[in-house]
């Protein structure tokens, strides 16, 4: 029988009955499902299987009910297996998981009917390196953002591209995104949008101390490191918005193409300015 991983947004009351209703019409399709810690508490008696572990029981689909965050988490735990995910929209923006709750069903079954589309995002894969020893890695959707914490002090960072110095500065911080994460973060510090199918990589520099330094688009195979040079109280390193480590001075931060990709599913395909429009309300007067 087919095996659904099913992964909720916390704090979510009305959940419970949707929950009810996608677990009914798994059955009555014939697919098994597991559940993560959020989702099983919706329902009693159900047990969670914590997210890192879900892969391991080899679901053929991830059924994703929450916002663009709990989208990330899913993807970030299941960046190093080909498994679809579908991601129903429950947050206030939506941008990456566009299905709405009246279209899930519809979803399922084009899923069930082999006429449902994959959409492929590249992911990027980021260590830290402290002394000279690899101290953290992690495989990134949307971005990874170095920036200062609770204090209004800039931090020094160099920036080097395929070990080529680019440029010295003070800064709030740096965000490198890909092109999924150019909607993200990076488009609030004025950073590009680039289309999700293009192999690059943006580096965009958060309110830096200089007039012309500007964010910029790199192709996609190459290398980031940002070295940490002058570091006020509390600068962290940030995965997706989720994780976080704290930064020490002479820490360097690598970043390029992951090995790996995300497979979201979609009903019908729905460009990306379409979503622009709809969510962002791009173009506007």
Known sequence: MPLAAIISKPQKPELAGILRELVSWLESHGYQYIFDPDSAAYLAGAVGIERPDLPKHKPDLVIV???DGTLLAAARAFARTVTPILSVNLGSLGFLTEIPLGDLYVTLQDWCDH??????RS??????????KLLHQWDALNDVVVAKGTIAR??????????Q????????GIIVATPTGSTAYNLAANGPIVMPNVNAMLVTPICPHLLTLRPIVVPGDSSVSIHIEGVPNQTYLTVDGQEAVELMLGDIVHCCRSHYSVRLLRHTPNGVFNVLRSKLKWGER
């Open 65 to 67: 009910l929450g916002g």
């Open 115 to 120: 006429r449902a589309d994959v959409e492929v």
């Open 123 to 132: 992911m990027m894969h980021a260590e830290l390196r402290r002394d000279g």
């Open 154 to 163: 800039m931090a020094d960072f160099m920036v080097e591209i395929d070990e």
């Open 165 to 172: 110095l680019v440029a010295k500065f003070r800064a709030d």
